[in-house]
Every structure is written in structure tokens, then in C-alpha cells.
T-cell receptor, first 108, second 114 residues
Framework: GQQVMQIPQYQHVQEGEDFTTYCNSSTTLSNIQWYKQRPGGHPVFLIQ?????EVKKQKRLTFQFGEAKKNSSLHITATQTTDVGTYFC????????FGKGTMLLVSP | DTAVSQTPKYLVTQMGNDKSIKCEQNLGHDTMYWYKQDSKKFLKIMFS???????INETVPNRFSPKSPDKAHLNLHINSLELGDSAVYFCASSQGSQVNTEAFFGQGTRLTVV
């Protein structure tokens, strides 16, 4: 599968602050998927990006796919305590390879 | 009504034992998967089944054997359990390949080998 690196590994923010996680690859990605896993929970699909330069929004979440299709980002505006969890990017041609995830903690 | 259900949710067992984890999906999907998530939350695919046939078997010890009696079920049998097998195992399903479409995950089975 395609290798994807995620940064940061961990981030702690105050409620109301913004948060961004980045997903990078040394090779061109076919597409990129984002999942969220709450503590003690299971991964839940958020979105899939396919086109170069694509930007999609889901309420306070903004997803971007780089022009070269080698990177992607997930930005959360004005975090809330319900945003707590680990965010994974994933990509692949035949099998889906997950990044190591970014754990987000939000303090009230 | 749970879309992808796994049993048991927790499993504690001794080294050397054999155990099974069951998975069922009621979404009508044609592809099912087993993932292993280690203590560092690294999520790695183990097996992928499409229409009851194994299509992907990542580097997994042959102590692990998936069994798919029908499209809606993919069970995981593990022989001679080792300490390093302790992890959370997730079953998932999708319609078509997961690389192109949303996958639905089960609640996970936390396996602890002592």
C-alpha cells in the first residue's frame, strides 16, 4: 500500500482553538480518506478526496488534497470537546494503508 | 441495528490457547476485512475478503486463519496465541474495494493474552 506520514502525532488545544493535522506521501496518492476514532471507539469514515486540489467542508471541518496529490490536511475550526479523538488519513491502490494518526485532546 | 457487529468485545486468554472472533455485517456489502490495532493505535490490515474469497493477505502469521461462510460473515480464528497478539481487532466491510469507498468498522475486540 501507499505509505502516508501524519503529523503531528499528538496535539492538545483549548476549546475554541483551531487544529490541523497533515498527511504526507513521497509518492502520488490515488485518493485520500480521513477517519476519526473516538477514545475506546472504532474508526468512522469522514470523507474521501480524489481530485487534485480538492477542498471539502463538513461544518467546522475542512479537508484539502494537495495539487500534486502528495499531501492532505484536515483543519478543524473552533474545536469543541466532542472533537476529541484520533484522526487518521488513509490511502492506497489495492489495499488501504492508514497513517499513524493524530491524537487530538481538547480542554474545556 | 448495528451495521458491523463483532463478538466478543473483550477476550482475555492464556498463551497457547486457540480463540475465535466473529464478525457479521448487515449492510449487504461484498467485501470484508480484519484489521489489527496495536497499543500505539497503529491500524494495519490483516485480511480482505471479497464475495467469500480471500483477495489480500498481508504478512500475517499462519496462526491466523480467516473463515468466511457467506458474504455477511468473516470470522477470525487464532491458534497458539502469543503475548504479541494482544491488540484490538477490528472487522470492517465495504461495497467494493475500501480504497475507493467508505468502510464501516465494527466496535472492535480487545484481545489480551496473558
Amino acid at each position: 500500500g501507499q505509505q502516508v506520514m501524519q503529523i503531528p502525532q499528538y496535539q492538545h488545544v483549548q476549546e475554541g482553538e483551531d487544529f490541523t493535522t497533515y498527511c504526507n506521501s513521497s509518492t502520488t496518492l490515488s485518493n485520500i480518506q480521513w477517519y476519526k476514532q473516538r477514545p475506546g471507539g472504532h474508526p468512522v469514515f469522514l470523507i474521501q478526496l480524489v481530485k487534485s486540489g480538492e477542498v471539502k467542508k463538513q461544518k467546522r471541518l475542512t479537508f484539502q488534497f494537495g495539487e500534486a496529490k502528495k499531501n492532505s490536511s484536515l483543519h478543524i475550526t473552533a474545536t469543541q470537546t466532542t472533537d476529541v479523538g484520533t484522526y487518521f488519513c488513509a490511502s492506497g491502490y489495492s489495499t488501504l494503508t492508514f497513517g499513524k494518526g493524530t491524537m487530538l485532546l481538547v480542554s474545556p | 441495528d448495528t451495521a458491523v457487529s463483532q463478538t466478543p468485545k473483550y477476550l482475555v486468554t492464556q498463551m497457547g490457547n486457540d480463540k475465535s472472533i466473529k464478525c457479521e455485517q448487515n449492510l449487504g456489502h461484498d467485501t470484508m476485512y480484519w484489521y489489527k490495532q496495536d497499543s500505539k493505535k497503529f491500524l494495519k490490515i490483516m485480511f480482505s475478503y471479497n464475495n467469500k474469497e480471500l483477495i489480500i493477505n498481508e504478512t500475517v502469521p499462519n496462526r491466523f486463519s480467516p473463515k468466511s461462510p457467506d458474504k455477511a460473515h468473516l470470522n477470525l480464528h487464532i491458534n497458539s496465541l502469543e503475548l504479541g497478539d494482544s491488540a484490538v481487532y477490528f472487522c470492517a466491510s465495504s461495497q467494493g474495494s475500501q480504497v475507493n469507498t467508505e468502510a464501516f468498522f465494527g466496535q472492535g475486540t480487545r484481545l489480551t493474552v496473558v
